[in-house]
T-cell receptor, first 115, second 115 residues
């Protein structure tokens, strides 16, 4: 079945530590790939996206993500986490099943940052 | 910075009542969307709207739901005869073009509670 999977529901890291959030997708063709962040009481904000080309993409707030076709993955990384990064992170895809007008989201990973 | 605004931020309604959730998209955007997030679950696509008509909808978006752009600035989601399971956070989003071309901006959401 077509899906977007974020295997980690909760992750806790110490401030200054590195971070990797996992995302796998299951679609016949490589979809467009996105990472969004949702801070408490806020809407969803786009961190970065991948359509084609360089498989390492840079986003806002010091985040990056790497597309690996062989693993059907699009993991989000940050070398040094700040306390303000505590939020919920959503991987999302635009699947090529008839249109470009919908985002399919993963279940989200809630990130907690210890001082 | 332009933003998508949603009103109200929280609405409580009795089961069986009709509710209208309101959104003001970014002024020059052409594509409009509604998503919902039931507490503890993933963000789900409901509907996309372009050129004054629905361009795509999910299986969730049944006859109970309707969308409208009544005056060129507002974008509304109407839920007729609300059910308990309609309780969720509803997000509006807009984009200049489809997701393959431009970023979609999300509002802060309306929390709907059906009692």
């Amino acid at each position: 079945a077509q899906s977007v999977t974020q295997p980690d529901i909760h992750i806790t890291v110490s401030e200054g530590a590195s971070l990797e959030l996992r995302c796998n997708y299951s679609y016949g063709a490589t979809p467009y790939l996105f990472w969004y962040v949702q801070s408490p009481g806020q809407g969803l904000q786009l961190l970065l996206k991948y359509f084609s080309g360089d498989t390492l993409v840079q986003g806002i707030k010091g985040f990056e993500a790497e597309f690996k076709r062989s693993q059907s993955s699009f993991n989000l990384r940050k070398p040094s986490v700040h306390w303000s990064d505590a939020a919920e992170y959503f991987c999302a895809v635009v699947p090529f099943d008839g249109g470009y007008n919908k985002l399919i989201f993963g279940a989200g990973t809630r990130l907690a940052v210890h001082p | 910075e332009p933003e998508v605004t949603q009103t109200p931020s929280h609405q409580v309604t009795q089961m069986g009542q009709e509710v209208i959730l309101r959104c003001v998209p970014i002024s020059n955007h052409l594509y409009f969307y509604w998503y919902r997030q039931i507490l503890g679950q993933k963000v789900e696509f409901l509907v996309s709207f372009y050129n004054n008509e629905i361009s795509e909808k999910s299986e969730i978006f049944d006859d109970q739901f309707s969308v409208e752009r009544p005056d060129g600035s507002n974008f509304t989601l109407k839920i007729r005869s609300t059910k308990l399971e309609d309780s969720a956070m509803y997000f509006c989003a807009s984009s200049l073009e489809g997701f393959e071309a431009t970023e979609a901006f999300f509002g802060q959401g309306t929390r709907l509670t059906v009692v």
